[in-house]
Every structure is written in structure tokens, then in C-alpha cells.
């Protein structure tokens, strides 16, 4: 039933979408593509599970996992852009790549390498509208995600945070002449994606109750595809490049094959920006115009 | 004594911008700098603005400044109007403004801002329009409004009048006239040299990195020692590549 894949598509995208922000966040104000967020994604999602198992509740195991990745990704920013800020543009991107790696293997030590199940109080919970069967941790993490979206967008635009973000995005050296605190507004944005990457983990194993060490980088990819596809450093465009890329990997599967979920996303992405390569809403448009 | 440089010198690698310059800038009163292009007269203010790393002691309000963030000398009553204005073209004019005011903490930044409009009528119209729509002279506009968003005590103006219309040059003078009347204290960079001697009461001459002159604007005037440093004393020059 086609209503009911476009349906599960869309709440699919919304954590699409929170990962697409996170990348997108750093692209758009530092112009480096962040490797670590699948990290801290992964990290989200199976710190709350470890909580969750120890018999905490969700509000407390949840914290505690953004505790874990908004500290995590302020640790990365001293190694990634602190210390390299001077460096070649190469080299903090090799940089979070190794911290990936790093915390992949970590959790594989301490957690083993098989998915776990997610132990979320909420179960599969699930009410019916109409013909459609909705999840109810699914559309509570699609709310979420919408609001986290959102509020990010405010903060970027409306706030003085945001000002000093994309005024830092503009040129790093004015930011810094007018006043403009550069090494603590870039750490808050580090925070602010580090947050927004944990609580799409923490939601993605309430909402599909499986977490595993390489959760991450499939996800990621994802997400990658979703900021490429939307327009880099957009905001909008990360939430409608999500939505895109989740729907068509959905419809996918349910009228191909699983097999095939990769050879159609991405081959559509490759496309898409062969005719679009700013992608649909347009390249860095967060810090040249508000939408 | 406001500002107070003491043996100021910049590097880039091997090449001296900067050597060896001291100069003051009283409390109220307006002193420029002036020079050929590449003089050193950029890196000097962005080294007092501290977004050029520096050797030597910089005093500023009683306090020693050599070493702090730009951040903390923008609180301390510094601003500085960049070479080439260089507004945050991506930003709407009014973040500009407040981008200026980045340090403030209270509560009079909005009724600032409306000060800054009745300043420059030319950007309140146009206040939610991007920078970018500005021109050369409404930039140059933005640029010290921008800088007076800080509530400076000393303004740092780099070259203000660099490719402006007569009619903007003329209106940049009358600013940094006005702004003086009202007690605010300007270093000004300039190679207008004929204006910028008329708005300071003393004015210093730069000659690759170092201070070739420094007297009382009137006798600067008058005397041709001025146009002797300024054009360039070949044989000094020459002396300094071999040394």
C-alpha cells in the first residue's frame, strides 16, 4: 500500500534529517565535513540502550546519552579544529574519520558487534488512522526531530549565536575583529550538532528498537546524501533531502527488492546533482539568504 | 593617554611590516598615520586591534593590552573600521550593526541602533536587505556604524576614503569631524594625505614599516619633510634592503 510506505518514509526522514543538520551545520559554517557524526549518532543510540537495560528510565537515559555526545563532540572540536584550525583542509577530516573509527571500536569492545534490542518502555506501540498503521515512537521521534529542526533554524537565523555562526562562516578573521568569541561560538555549534547527532540515535532505537555499533554509517551516508541532495548548509534543504531520500529508499524496498535500497538512492542522488549541483534548495543558501 | 604603542613589531615570516613603531593616541583627540601602500600602516592597526599577532607593549586606557583576545580589547572600548570595509555581505544590514555590538551586554543596543539610523538614514531604509545591496559608500557607512556599535573610546579607522566618490570622501571627514566634537578618540590611517592631516592634530609617517616622521599636523602642512618621507627618500630605502 502506497500510503503506508510514504507514511513510513517520512517518519524514516526525520531522523535522516536530524543527521543531514548535524553535517550540514559544519559545512555550512566551517566548510568541513564532519566525520564523527555517525559516531556521535551511534553513541546516542547505544548509550540510552546501555541506560535503558541497566533499568533507568527513558527521560534520565536519554539525557545521559546527549551528556555522552554533546561531551564527545566538544572533544572532537579540540582535535579537529582547535589544534588543526591551521592545518590543510585535509587534515581534520582525517582526523574525525579516526575519531569514527575510534568510537566504533570502542563500543564493539564493551558491547560486542551484534545488534542489540532496544528496550524502550514505549515497545511498538502503534494506533491506526484511517487505513494507515503509525508507530507511535515513530511519530513522536518525527516530532522531535521536526521541532529540534526547527528550533535549529531559529537559532541560525533569529539569535545572536546564529549571527555569530554565520558571521564566522562569512570570514572568520571579521568575526573575530568585531568581537566575536570565535574558538566558544564554534565549540556551541560543535555542541549543537553533537546534541542534534545523539538524539537522532537515541530516537532512531525508540523508533525501529535496534541499535548497533555500525548503526551510524549507513545511517550517515544517508544523511550525507540528504544535505548533498537538499543544498549544503541548508537548512530546509537537509529536512527535504531527508524526506526524499528515506521516501524513494521505502518505496524501494517495498516495490523492488531491499537488495536494490543503495543502487536506487544513490544512483538517483548522482543523477540529481549531475542536473542540480547545488542541490535542489541551493549550495550554502543558510548563510546567503533567510527562506 | 589613551592608546600608547611601544616598540610595535609585525612579521609575516621573514618580512617586517612593522618595525619597531611607538605612537600615542590622546584621550579625545585624532592622530593618523600615514604612508605609501605597504608601509605597514594595515598590519600596524590590526596588530592594535589584535587580529595580527605582534611583538612589543600596548597600553590602552591604563591597562596593558599586548596579549589579549580582540575579543576583550573590543569590551575595553576599541573598534576598528576595517581596510575595505569588509562587511558581512551574507548578513542583513542590521545584523551588521548588532554583529558590531557583539560584546555589549546591555540594554541600550536597540536604542543604539536607532541612533545609527538617524546617523545614516541610507540604511534604515534598507535595514532587512543584505549587505551586499550597499554601495561602495554606504558600505563605508555600515563599516563605521558598525565600529560605533561597540561604543568605542578609540575608533581605528583604516584608509575610510579608499575609492569613494568625492562626495563620500567629503562625508567620511565631516563623520570623523563629528565623531571627534563628541569626544571620541580616532586613529586614523590614511593615504588622503591633504584630508586626513586637516581632521588630526598629529599625524605620524610610515616608510616601510618604520616611523619616518612624527610632528603636529600644522607643521606637517607646512613643512616639506612630509612629501621628502612620503614620496619615498630612495637612497634611506635602498640603505635599508642592503642592511
Known amino acids: ?291 | 593617554m589613551l592608546l600608547e604603542v611601544r616598540n610595535l613589531s609585525v612579521s609575516y615570516g621573514k618580512v617586517a611590516a612593522v618595525n619597531d613603531v611607538s605612537l600615542h593616541v590622546e584621550e579625545g583627540s585624532v592622530a593618523t598615520v600615514l604612508g605609501a601602500n605597504g608601509a605597514g600602516k594595515t598590519s600596524l592597526l590590526n596588530a592594535i586591534m589584535g587580529v595580527t599577532r605582534a611583538q612589543g607593549t600596548l597600553r590602552f586606557a591604563g591597562q596593558t593590552i599586548s596579549g589579549w583576545s580582540s575579543a576583550r580589547r573590543v569590551s575595553a572600548g576599541m573598534a576598528l573600521v576595517p581596510e575595505g570595509r569588509r562587511i558581512l555581505l551574507s548578513l542583513t544590514i542590521e545584523e551588521n550593526l548588532l554583529m558590531g555590538a557583539y560584546q555589549r551586554r546591555d540594554r541600550e543596543i536597540a536604542s543604539d541602533l536607532g541612533r545609527m539610523y538617524e546617523l545614516f538614514p541610507n540604511l534604515a531604509r534598507r535595514r532587512n536587505d543584505p549587505g551586499s545591496v550597499l554601495s561602495g559608500g554606504e558600505q563605508q557607512m555600515l563599516a563605521i556604524g558598525r565600529a560605533l556599535m561597540a561604543r568605542p573610546r578609540l575608533l581605528l579607522m583604516d584608509e575610510p576614503s579608499l575609492g569613494l566618490s568625492p562626495l563620500f570622501v567629503r562625508e567620511v571627514f565631516n563623520l570623523i569631524h563629528s565623531l571627534n566634537s563628541s569626544g571620541l578618540a580616532i586613529l586614523l590611517v590614511e593615504q588622503n594625505t591633504r584630508m586626513a592631516l586637516q581632521a588630526a592634530q598629529w599625524g605620524y609617517v610610515l616608510k616601510l614599516g618604520r616611523l619616518a616622521l612624527e610632528a603636529d599636523t600644522e607643521e606637517l602642512m607646512k613643512s616639506d619633510d612630509l612629501a621628502r618621507a612620503y614620496l619615498g627618500d630612495n637612497t634611506t630605502a635602498k640603505h635599508r634592503l642592503h642592511a
Not at chain 1, 49 to 61: E, F, P, Q, T
Not at chain 1, 103 to 111: A, D, H, K, Q, S
Open chain 1, 1 to 291: 500500500m502506497l500510503a503506508q510506505q510514504l507514511v513510513n518514509g517520512l517518519l524514516l526522514g526525520g531522523i535522516y534529517a536530524l543527521v543531514a543538520l548535524a553535517f550540514s551545520l559544519t559545512i555550512g559554517i566551517l566548510n568541513f565535513l564532519n566525520f564523527s557524526i555517525p559516531a556521535l549518532f551511534m553513541l546516542g543510540g547505544i548509550v540510552s540502550c546501555a541506560m535503558l537495560s541497566k533499568g533507568y528510565g527513558i527521560g534520565l537515559s536519554v539525557a545521559v546519552a546527549l551528556a555522552v555526545t554533546g561531551g564527545a563532540s566538544l572533544i572532537i572540536e579540540r582535535f579537529t579544529f582547535r589544534w588543526l584550525k591551521n592545518s590543510d583542509s585535509h587534515i581534520p577530516l582525517v582526523s574525525s574519520l579516526g575519531f569514527l573509527i575510534l568510537f566504533e571500536n570502542l563500543v564493539v569492545i564493551y558491547f560486542g558487534s551484534d545488534a542489540v534490542g532496544y528496550p524502550s518502555p514505549f515497545g511498538g506501540a502503534s494506533i491506526r488512522v484511517a487505513k494507515l498503521l503509525l508507530s507511535l515512537p515513530q511519530l513522536a521521534s518525527f516530532a522531535i526531530s521536526l521541532a529540534l529542526i526547527v528550533t535549529c533554524y531559529v537559532v541560525v537565523t533569529r539569535t545572536k549565536l546564529g549571527r555569530g555562526l554565520r558571521s564566522i562562516a562569512e570570514s572568520s578573521v571579521i568575526s573575530e575583529m568585531l568581537g566575536v568569541d570565535v574558538g566558544r561560538t564554534v565549540s556551541g555549534m560543535y555542541l549543537i550538532s553533537g546534541l542534534l547527532a545523539g538524539m537522532g540515535g537515541a530516537l532512531f532505537g525508540i523508533s525501529y528498537l535496534q541499535v548497533s555499533w555500525d548503526m551510524g554509517s549507513e545511517v550517515a551516508l544517508k544523511g550525507i546524501s540528504a544535505m548533498v541532495l537538499g543544498g549544503m548548509g541548508n537548512i530546509w534543504g537537509a529536512l527535504l533531502g531527508a524526506m526524499i531520500i528515506a521516501g524513494v529508499e521505502v518505496l524501494t524496498i517495498s516495490y523492488v527488492s531491499s537488495e536494490a535500497v543503495n543502487v536506487v538512492v544513490y544512483g538517483l542522488l548522482l543523477l540529481l546533482i549531475l542536473v542540480m549541483p547545488n542541490g535542489l534548495l541551493g549550495d550554502r543558501a543558510i548563510l546567503v539568504e533567510r527562506m
